[in-house]
């Protein structure tokens, strides 16, 4: 049919053409733009998706951004730290060689003093001046708060990362299952014990005509023998064997042959003790008047005149020398007293023969005396034993010691090798040595072996100087004499200790001597308890801490919190001490405590390379592997973006030919239906 009123195959040359022009400004648009998404008629759910990621890429940039950046903060630290080492490092060198003062002279000792004064005054400035964009890094301020300091039996505390979560607060509970204990090894090779005790002189009472005579004579004197002598009409007669020890009374007991049964007046009781008391180192004293003797006394045995006791039991008064001063002065009339000097076990007993009082003088002075004799705490010491009476007191002519009687000694020779956590020392002992001289020995150079010696539980015990598993006692008998028991009554020949067992917040911690520590995603800490120390305790971490930023979301767990402490010297330390206290005039100067500065100096060292590794760490696995993971997420979230939005350029080149192709063939398709109607013109011609 043919019509002029529609040109139907114009309008759909028309249409056609329109479409095909859309399609090439699509084409246009995208390859001028590189976006295969325009706008969101473009693809709305890739428009979404599109820019959902493009977010999560803007963030990762700001989160690898900040990762650098706290890389770059640990460095700073690190390599402050670093001088602050080798500084610590030139402190030891010195205290070391100060430690040589049998070579040096005061002036280098001084000049070294000088040096570690200006080494703390360069730490406590690097702790101030070390600053990243004008924040001070290792002046405290990046340390956690914690309420640690109020509790007890914390000695340290480090705290190393806490994430403290949207609360701003952590509380830690710590439950103690066991306490870390020393190594301990006990042995009882040794003599039972006993009161050490010292006798001297002879005492005993001879009975004549039914009165008393106290007799006392010296070491070694054993009986008193009566000899009737009938022939004997004046004076009686004394001799003293000290081969045998018997002291002779000879005198007319029975009477003489001119008067049978009278006996003479030398021998009534009277003067028996008279005579006696004349004999050289003898006395006698009683309550003998004059008479005569009916028959003759019979013969008696003398015993210890005078005991000395220590009233504890053991070698603790082995070789306890006595020392009797003798005052010898008429014109004071003092009661014996008596002192002991513990440091050289020394028992002095003063008194005065010359003495007026006759009570002051006698034996049973000298007992009141010594009864008296008290340590610090005032417990007495000794007890004393007295079978003179009140004869006059007569020092012993030899000097007298307790010797072994405590017992508690070696019962032959000894020969071991000691080894602990810090050394080994061999040690040499004779027969009859005592267990507090092999603990004195022993405890002389624990500082070189780690293990020290007590006598306390009755047994020598010896005791690890350190706690945990790292504390070693390991007794090696390299030869004993036959008589010995020393290596068959060791409880064992090594032995060590146990480290704490305990739980931070429900988690099972890592326990080394007295220090636990847990490492978990959401605190990392490091506590040593006083030694020995079961007690639970809990404290708040509050706030402090350096925040780093290292995910794409403001969450906590894509955040780290981590402590740097101060380094200023009043600071650094431990257990030992400060170490400020190395500076001139402090407690552990090189003038004033070499020893203790070597141990603060030591822990100081090993705090801050603590310190070094923990940032290290930190550095290492933190934050380059965080930078990692961060740098490959990126890749694919910007791959998966591009994958979405962007333009595919050799598909639009071909789109856009096509488009061009059919905008061309379309524009004469319709150039051609336009001219349809005007066939009409020749029907009507």
Known sequence: MTRINTNVSSLVAQNRLQASNEDLQTALTRLSTGLRINSGADDPAGLIASEALRSEVTSLGRAISNTRRASQIISTADSALGQVSNLLNDVRGLVVEAANNGALSKEEIAANQLQIDSSLEAINRIAQTTTFQGRKLLDG?????????????????????????????????????????????????????????????????????????????????????????????????????????????????????????????????????????????????????????????????????????????????????????????????????????EEQKILTVTFNSQAATPTNRDYAAIATAIDAVQDDEGTNLFTSTNNSGSNAFVAPESPLTTANTGGEVLLDDLVFQLNGASGAETFNFAGGTGQDQIAAAINLVSDSTGISASTATGQLQFTSTAYGSEALINIDVINEGTSGTFESSLAETRATGQDIVATVNGVEANGRANTLSINTSSLDLEVTVDDGSSANFSFSITGGGALFQLGPDVTSNQQARLGIGSLSTGQLGGANGRLYELGSGQAKSLTNDVNGAASVIDEVIDKVTSLRGRLGAFQATSLESNLVSLNETLANLEEAESSIRDADFAQESANLTRAQILVQSGTNVLSLANQNPQNVLSLLG
């Open 141 to 341: 301020s990046l340390d956690f708060v914690s309420t640690a300091g109020t509790v007890d039996s914390i000695r340290d505390v480090n705290i190393d990362q806490a994430n403290l979560g949207i609360t701003g607060q952590i509380d830690v509970e710590v439950v103690v299952q066991s306490e870390a204990t020393q190594a301990t090894v006990t042995t009882g090779g040794f003599s039972p014990a006993a009161p050490a005790s010292v006798s001297f002189g002879s005492s005993t009472t001879a009975d004549i005509n039914g009165e008393s005579i106290d007799i006392v004579g010296p070491e070694g004197f054993t009986s008193v023998a009566f000899v009737d002598d009938p022939n004997n009409s004046n004076t009686g007669v004394v001799s003293y064997d000290d081969t045998t020890g018997v002291l002779t009374v000879t005198g007319n007991f029975t009477g003489d042959s001119a008067n049978p049964g009278e006996a003479d007046a030398d021998a009534s009781a009277v003067a028996i003790q008279n005579l006696i008391s004349a004999e050289d180192g003898f006395s006698a004293s009683g309550t003998a008047v004059a008479g005569t003797p009916a028959a003759l006394p019979t013969d008696v045995t003398a015993d210890v005149a005078f005991q000395i006791d220590a009233i504890a039991e053991g070698s603790e008064f082995n070789n306890v020398q006595i020392e009797f001063i003798d005052l010898n002065d008429a014109t004071a009339d003092d009661a014996a007293t008596a002192s002991f000097d």
